[in-house]
């Protein structure tokens, strides 16, 4: 039952590491490693999952350089604090990427200063770039907010507690939802 149970969890992670833009194979590494009672050495892995030595060996080098997985000796086990991993994904790529657009976004409205004041599509493009910057400097203190775990991460851990209880919930009469978890509406 376990080994179903892993290949399950791997297929589960397989696909939202896809979707975030990672391996699917990063993606059933962590799972298979996530559910395993012990750490497990990259010959088990790689033969549990039928996967190549090399792209065992490339996968699991990733994963750790991400801090997905740990490592002792040839033995691997997977980072269980996922507010960490989360963390971590959104310090060096995420936010990496919003620092980039704000950058360019700069750049392009100091390349708007240097055209007439009074055509109106520069002034449209000003205004429009404008928005994007606070767009994306909004989204970088969200984002700094998250990867700092400040109070932030008592409010989402909080939200999707009561969010994962709203799903229990037929959700007849919205109102008596949100009191069933103690939200006043």
Do not use: C
């Amino acid at each position: 039952m376990l080994q179903q149970a892993q290949d399950e969890l791997a297929r589960t992670f397989e696909g939202i590491a896809e979707f975030w833009g990672f391996t699917r194979t990063q993606g059933r590494i962590f799972g298979l490693l996530f559910l395993s009672p012990e750490p497990m050495d990259h010959g088990s892995i790689r033969a549990r999952l039928q996967i190549s030595a090399g792209s065992t060996s490339m996968t699991l080098a990733a994963l750790h350089d991400w801090g997905v997985v740990h490592r002792k000796g040839r033995m691997y086990w997977a980072e269980t604090d996922l507010w960490k991993l989360i963390t971590a994904v959104f310090r060096r790529r995420e936010r990496e990427k919003v620092d980039d657009a704000i950058e360019r976004v700069q750049h392009a409205l100091r390349l708007l200063a240097r055209a007439p004041a009074d055509d109106p599509r520069i002034a449209f493009a000003h205004e429009r770039l404008s928005y994007l910057l606070d767009f994306f400097t909004l989204g970088r203190a969200l984002l700094n907010a998250v990867i700092g775990q400040s109070a932030v991460r008592g409010i989402l851990t909080s939200l999707a507690r009561h969010a994962a209880k709203l799903k229990r919930i037929p959700l007849l009469d919205p109102h008596k939802a949100l009191r069933h978890v103690g939200i006043r509406s």
